[in-house]
């Protein structure tokens, strides 16, 4: 089946220090890759839909300088807090399709928690 | 915009008993998929089961089914012979021409 590896599963960090994430589809291209966000005990969030090649479409209220997306090839997004701060912890999910009627396939999500 | 309401925060079932879960969503496409997730405590989104809108015959998976009404807008999910790992949290989803709209999710709990 469809799997898709998310890099790292937990960070620990200082406040001010920028983290990336990596999302990867393993066995498939992906050509939609999304990310969520997801508080504890609340269900996820969608936070911004990227396309190969195009920049990512954010959701309201979603800074997307504060939360910068890459999706420079077909297997790959990153997602980078920049400047992280204690309210940017969470957990953060991807999630990627490839065409047609393809489900959402997600990653393992990443734990992030800034100190 | 779509929608997806659980009105379940907490569910509990006996071990080996029959759950349903409850669902309700608003759209007005007529083309469009419907997903239940199940969360356990790893957070990993695990994919329980999917219907096409255009489908009237209710999917099934081994010990889950939905039951689809259309014109009601309601997407249940059953859970027969329940067993402990089936405790988690599961999530109704909605896709059409958007990624996957979440609903705020109902927590089963298994009991022994």
């Known amino acids: 089946g469809a799997v898709v590896s998310q890099h790292p599963s937990r960070v620990i960090c200082k406040s001010g220090t920028s983290v990336k994430i990596e999302c990867r589809s393993l066995?498939?291209?992906?050509?939609?890759m999304f990310w969520y966000r997801q508080f504890p005990k609340q269900s996820l969030m969608l936070m911004a839909t990227?396309?190969?090649?195009?920049?990512?479409?954010?959701e309201q209220g979603v800074e997307k300088d504060k939360f910068l997306i890459n999706h420079a090839s077909l297997t790959l997004s990153t997602l980078t807090v920049t400047s992280a701060h204690p309210e940017d912890s969470s957990f953060y999910i991807c999630?990627?399709?490839?065409?047609?009627?393809?489900?959402?396939?997600f990653g393992d999500g990443t734990r992030l928690s800034i100190l | 915009a779509q929608t997806v309401t659980q009105s379940q925060p907490e569910m509990s079932v006996q071990e080996a008993e029959t759950v349903t879960l409850s669902c309700t969503y608003d759209?007005?496409?007529?083309?469009?998929?419907l997903f239940w997730y199940k969360q356990p405590p790893s957070r990993q989104m695990i994919l329980v089961i999917r219907?096409?809108?255009?489908?009237?015959q209710n999917a099934t998976e081994n010990r889950f089914s939905v039951n689809f009404q259309k014109a009601a807008k309601s997407f249940s999910l059953k859970i027969s012979d329940s067993q402990l790992g089936d405790a988690a949290m599961y999530f109704c989803a909605y896709s059409g021409n958007t990624p996957l709209v979440f609903g705020k999710g109902t927590r089963l709990s298994v009991i022994a």
């Open positions: 999630s990627a399709r490839g065409g047609g009627d393809q489900p959402q396939h």
């Open positions: 759209t007005s496409e007529s083309d469009y998929y």
């Open positions: 219907q096409e809108a255009y489908k009237q």
């Open positions: 990227s396309n190969e090649g195009s920049k990512a479409t954010y």
């Open positions: 066995d498939f291209q992906a050509t939609t």
